[in-house]
């Protein structure tokens, strides 16, 4: 080991029913985010994530597609984990379900749970849902439906194996208690709590009979039953450190922290930790639980069909931007809405005014007026030695806030002191300086402006770790992860050597355009003929409005774009359309279009084709139709 302290995060680990979408990326992106922050704070920092494979779940969704459930978890589990690497996640360990050191572990922990006699056979009924992969009570149900699918359920009696969770309700509520920190924010420790309190705390049927459901672990201690998929899967979180005599079980699980969705905070807040108690085993550090990602006022899911690509939207507009965006847009624990305006606006309001512009400019006076060297400072004054006060503070607070999960705060507080360095800019004017000769002034202020900008870099490490890297290098510097220690940069001011080679020039984050769909000039069309058509022809036409949601090129073909388009239905319709010479893809997410929507699917070059975008055509060009306001996607055009 190096010496160095410990840190764990987990993301849950994800079903393979649906392939991944912006929530589980959000839930990744994040764990990066955080190991990161540690890792610069100079910590040994690791990140555990995978696929939750077993369940009724999984073995209807592959019965669905006529495939066994080992064949879908192996191609959805793929997608997740070859999902990581575009996101920028690094040093994650993937634990997948139906590996075999895991399935022996989870054995191997029932045994224990059984030995102890917190294990017992019985008979339950109750309304099963497949989507929550839970029983529910009447009390439970709203109007009679899952709460969280809002669709009805079967009610289902049979002998299972029960764990004794009731046994460990008292000992819960005053562990969460007595441990403050241990499920935050407080509204969801709140929430645990009121779950306990809410009457007699029931025992958790851990089983399913092999009779109804084959496709999970079989039970240690009766091979006629298979264990329930979420005592399955929360023990992910441990064997993917080889519990119990692991090194990596003894380093990381102490300070272990879990991070999830509201989705799942029951199991995560009540089953985990009574589970853990009964075998003996240390429970978790803290549990990070965030809000959802919204599309139109919906949770974004596979099930509602409102899903958008990460991939399309780091491909359109950049990895670092999908990161700042997502922890900057979202105030952790609350919900947020995904729209493609807030992240452009965030891009060129956050990124290219405030930062890039700054930053472009002080490399450019510095190059002007220095040689594009680092000038070495003269006497500091009032206005510099308040900027080196801003500096500790604001990145005092920046790192406060970020260890806290509150990201959006945090990067509110490094925005306030770049502010303030583009105020200091304006307000010192170095052109001035320059004009008046005052070289020793002229190098201070440059001083300032660059070393506060290598702070300002090596804090945005963990959240865009391509940019803070090409700014360092800007700077004349490198970036070593292993070496890095932020807590030191709150207080030192004054660590960029004098002398360094600095770039003379840059362009890291160019805006980018929200067109109006207006703004294209429409016109005349030409005289084509046209064979005369009957009103009666016309209208079998069904044309709607529709928004673009994603867009992306297609991958054989030049001309062509993919799109998603949201026609108000249950699922977006997937259209291919030749308008990739006149569209950039990341020009036309959120546009609204004209769609003729009852043509027959056909495929594209291989891509399926669920309608036909109207466009208008002449000699200088191609533009889309659209309605002249923004119209509900799915509205009749007539
Ligand atoms: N397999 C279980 C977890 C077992 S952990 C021991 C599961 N899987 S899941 O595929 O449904 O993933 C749920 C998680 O995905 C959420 O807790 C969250 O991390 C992420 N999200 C899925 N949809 C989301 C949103 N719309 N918004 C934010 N996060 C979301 O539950």
Same mark, same amino acid.
């Given at each position: 080991?190096?010496?160095?302290?410990?840190?764990?995060?987990?993301?849950?680990?994800?079903?393979?029913?649906?392939?991944?979408?912006?929530?589980?990326?959000?839930?990744?992106?994040?764990?990066?985010?955080?190991?990161?922050?540690?890792?610069?704070?100079?910590?040994?920092?690791?990140?555990?994530?995978?696929?939750?494979?077993?369940?009724?779940?999984?073995?209807?969704?592959?019965?669905?597609?006529?495939?066994?459930?080992?064949?879908?978890?192996?191609?959805?589990?793929?997608?997740?984990?070859?999902?990581?690497?575009?996101?920028?996640?690094?040093?994650?360990?993937?634990?997948?379900?139906?590996?075999?050191?895991?399935?022996?572990?989870?054995?191997?922990?029932?045994?224990?749970?059984?030995?102890?006699?917190?294990?017992?056979?019985?008979?339950?009924?109750?309304?099963?849902?497949?989507?929550?992969?839970?029983?529910?009570?009447?009390?439970?149900?709203?109007?009679?439906?899952?709460?969280?699918?809002?669709?009805?359920?079967?009610?289902?009696?049979?002998?299972?194996?029960?764990?004794?969770?009731?046994?460990?309700?008292?000992?819960?509520?005053?562990?969460?208690?007595?441990?403050?920190?241990?499920?935050?924010?407080?509204?969801?420790?709140?929430?645990?709590?009121?779950?306990?309190?809410?009457?007699?705390?029931?025992?958790?049927?851990?089983?399913?009979?092999?009779?109804?459901?084959?496709?999970?672990?079989?039970?240690?201690?009766?091979?006629?039953?298979?264990?329930?998929?979420?005592?399955?899967?929360?023990?992910?979180?441990?064997?993917?450190?080889?519990?119990?005599?692991?090194?990596?079980?003894?380093?990381?699980?102490?300070?272990?922290?879990?991070?999830?969705?509201?989705?799942?905070?029951?199991?995560?807040?009540?089953?985990?930790?009574?589970?853990?108690?009964?075998?003996?085993?240390?429970?978790?550090?803290?549990?990070?639980?965030?809000?959802?990602?919204?599309?139109?006022?919906?949770?974004?899911?596979?099930?509602?069909?409102?899903?958008?690509?990460?991939?399309?939207?780091?491909?359109?507009?950049?990895?670092?931007?999908?990161?700042?965006?997502?922890?900057?847009?979202?105030?952790?624990?609350?919900?947020?809405?995904?729209?493609?305006?807030?992240?452009?606006?965030?891009?060129?309001?956050?990124?290219?005014?405030?930062?890039?512009?700054?930053?472009?400019?002080?490399?450019?006076?510095?190059?002007?007026?220095?040689?594009?060297?680092?000038?070495?400072?003269?006497?500091?004054?009032?206005?510099?030695?308040?900027?080196?006060?801003?500096?500790?503070?604001?990145?005092?607070?920046?790192?406060?806030?970020?260890?806290?999960?509150?990201?959006?705060?945090?990067?509110?507080?490094?925005?306030?002191?770049?502010?303030?360095?583009?105020?200091?800019?304006?307000?010192?004017?170095?052109?001035?300086?320059?004009?008046?000769?005052?070289?020793?002034?002229?190098?201070?202020?440059?001083?300032?402006?660059?070393?506060?900008?290598?702070?300002?870099?090596?804090?945005?490490?963990?959240?865009?770790?391509?940019?803070?890297?090409?700014?360092?290098?800007?700077?004349?510097?490198?970036?070593?992860?292993?070496?890095?220690?932020?807590?030191?940069?709150?207080?030192?001011?004054?660590?960029?050597?004098?002398?360094?080679?600095?770039?003379?020039?840059?362009?890291?984050?160019?805006?980018?355009?929200?067109?109006?769909?207006?703004?294209?000039?429409?016109?005349?069309?030409?005289?084509?003929?046209?064979?005369?058509?009957?009103?009666?022809?016309?209208?079998?036409?069904?044309?709607?409005?529709?928004?673009?949601?994603?867009?992306?090129?297609?991958?054989?073909?030049?001309?062509? &774009? @993919? #799109?998603?388009?949201?026609?108000?239905?249950? +699922? *977006?319709? /997937?259209? !291919? $359309?030749?308008?990739?010479?006149?569209?950039?893809?990341?020009?036309?997410?959120?546009?609204?279009?004209?769609?003729?929507?009852?043509?027959?699917?056909?495929?594209?070059?291989?891509?399926?084709?669920?309608?036909?975008?109207?466009?208008?055509?002449?000699?200088?060009? &191609? @533009? #889309?139709?659209?309605?002249?306001?923004?119209? +509900? *996607?799915? /509205?009749? !055009? $007539?």
């Amino acid at each position: 080991m190096s010496g160095k302290a410990s840190f764990y995060i987990t993301t849950p680990i994800y079903y393979v029913n649906a392939k991944p979408h912006l929530g589980h990326a959000y839930t990744s992106t994040v764990a990066d985010c955080i190991a990161r922050f540690h890792r610069a704070l100079g910590e040994d920092s690791l990140v555990v994530t995978g696929t939750d494979e077993h369940g009724d779940k999984i073995a209807q969704a592959a019965d669905k597609q006529k495939i066994s459930p080992q064949e879908l978890a192996d191609s959805v589990s793929a997608e997740f984990k070859g999902l990581l690497p575009f996101l920028g996640v690094e040093n994650f360990r993937f634990i997948r379900t139906t590996n075999q050191k895991h399935k022996a572990l989870v054995q191997q922990f029932l045994q224990i749970v059984y030995d102890k006699g917190d294990i017992y056979f019985g008979e339950y009924g109750g309304y099963y849902c497949t989507g929550c992969e839970r029983f529910y009570t009447e009390k439970e149900l709203e109007n009679g439906l899952c709460p969280q699918h809002l669709a009805p359920l079967d009610f289902i009696s049979e002998k299972n194996y029960f764990f004794r969770m009731s046994k460990y309700a008292g000992w819960l509520r005053q562990y969460i208690t007595e441990h403050p920190d241990l499920i935050q924010p407080e509204r969801y420790r709140t929430e645990a709590l009121a779950l306990l309190d809410s009457g007699e705390l029931e025992d958790l049927c851990i089983s399913r009979p092999k009779s109804r459901l084959q496709w999970g672990v079989e039970l240690p201690f009766d091979h006629n039953f298979v264990c329930y998929v979420w005592f399955d899967a929360l023990l992910s979180y441990i064997s993917a450190l080889d519990w119990p005599e692991g090194d990596d079980f003894k380093n990381y699980w102490p300070v272990g922290q879990h991070l999830i969705a509201k989705d799942i905070l029951k199991p995560h807040a009540v089953f985990w930790p009574t589970m853990l108690k009964s075998a003996g085993v240390e429970i978790y550090r803290r549990l990070n639980v965030h809000g959802y990602w919204l599309m139109r006022d919906a949770k974004m899911s596979k099930s509602l069909g409102n899903v958008v690509d990460p991939l399309q939207i780091i491909s359109c507009y950049g990895l670092d931007v999908f990161r700042y965006f997502v922890l900057r847009e979202m105030h952790f624990g609350n919900d947020a809405s995904f729209t493609v305006e807030a992240l452009i606006t965030r891009q060129n309001a956050d990124l290219s005014n405030d930062l890039g512009n700054l930053f472009s400019r002080v490399l450019a006076m510095a190059d002007k007026y220095f040689g594009a060297v680092v000038p070495a400072p003269g006497v500091y004054e009032q206005p510099e030695i308040e900027l080196q006060t801003l500096a500790g503070t604001t990145l005092q607070n920046f790192q406060t806030l970020f260890a806290a999960c509150r990201f959006a705060n945090a990067l509110e507080c490094l925005w306030e002191f770049i502010r303030a360095l583009n105020k200091y800019v304006d307000f010192s004017a170095p052109w001035v300086l320059f004009k008046e000769n005052k070289q020793e002034k002229l190098a201070t202020v440059l001083y300032m402006l660059l070393e506060s900008l290598r702070k300002v870099a090596l804090n945005l490490w963990p959240v865009m770790p391509g940019s803070s890297v090409k700014m360092l290098e800007q700077l004349g510097l490198g970036l070593d992860p292993a070496n890095l220690d932020i807590s030191r940069e709150i207080e030192n001011f004054g660590l960029l050597t004098p002398g360094l080679a600095l770039a003379k020039h840059s362009n890291l984050f160019p805006r980018f355009d929200l067109k109006k769909p207006d703004e294209q000039a429409e016109a005349d069309r030409g005289a084509d003929t046209v064979p005369a058509c009957t009103f009666a022809d016309f209208q079998k036409l069904d044309l709607r409005a529709g928004t673009i949601l994603t867009a992306e090129q297609h991958p054989d073909a030049d001309k062509l &774009l @993919c #799109l998603q388009v949201d026609l108000g239905e249950t +699922k *977006p319709r /997937s259209i !291919v $359309s030749g308008i990739s010479e006149f569209y950039a893809p990341r020009e036309i997410i959120g546009r609204q279009v004209v769609v003729v929507a009852n043509l027959p699917t056909r495929k594209i070059r291989k891509v399926e084709s669920q309608g036909m975008l109207l466009t208008v055509q002449d000699e200088t060009g &191609l @533009c #889309l139709v659209a309605p002249s306001d923004v119209k +509900k *996607p799915g /509205s009749r !055009v $007539s």
